[in-house]
């Protein structure tokens, strides 16, 4: 079967292996499929949480330009504010805490921003409603016949 909707979002990176660490550590990714690309002979590996048919693409370059900066970041949910705050710990301690822990309340919740190896933005958080608002949407479009 052929996928549908979004799935995946590429980034450059200049160390495939660090960036693979750090997204293994921090947004509890792990490898699902890695090669040398032919045509540009680059190193090309795909990170998955495994919870839905999504991947990071990370594509080994000579240099990054356009990181993803503070705004233009990726986010990933954690199933308690505590395992944000020990992550927040160790990314303070690592010098790649840009910001937080901060807690704004619903929807947006409890969230820190971390830098990663080629200076992407990642955010981490628990506590935003974006599955319910989702859901929301979709039944307001598809609402349920009651006939």
């Keep these: 079967m052929s996928d549908f909707g979004f799935t995946h979002i590429a980034l450059a990176v200049t160390n495939v292996d660090a960036s ?3 997204y293994a550590k921090y947004a509890q990714m792990t490898v699902v499929h890695r090669r040398i690309d032919q045509t540009t002979q680059s190193d090309v ?3 998955s949480d495994l919870t839905r048919p999504f991947v990071i693409v990370l594509i080994k370059q000579p240099q990054v330009e356009g ?3 503070a705004q233009s970041h990726l986010g990933v949910a954690y199933q308690n504010r505590e395992e944000v705050t020990r992550l927040c710990n ?3 301690s690592e010098g790649i805490l840009l910001a937080g822990p901060n807690d704004w309340g619903p929807p947006v919740g409890y969230w820190a921003y971390l ?4 200076g992407h933005t990642l955010e981490i958080s628990y506590g935003q409603e ?3 608002t989702v859901e929301q949407a979709r039944d307001a479009i598809n609402p349920i016949s009651t006939t």
């Design 115 to 118: 830098q990663d190896p080629d």
């Design 130 to 132: 974006i599955n319910f």
């Design 20 to 22: 693979i660490l750090f």
């Design 67 to 69: 990181a993803l900066l």
């Design 90 to 92: 160790e990314a303070r």
């Design 45 to 47: 590996a795909w990170i």
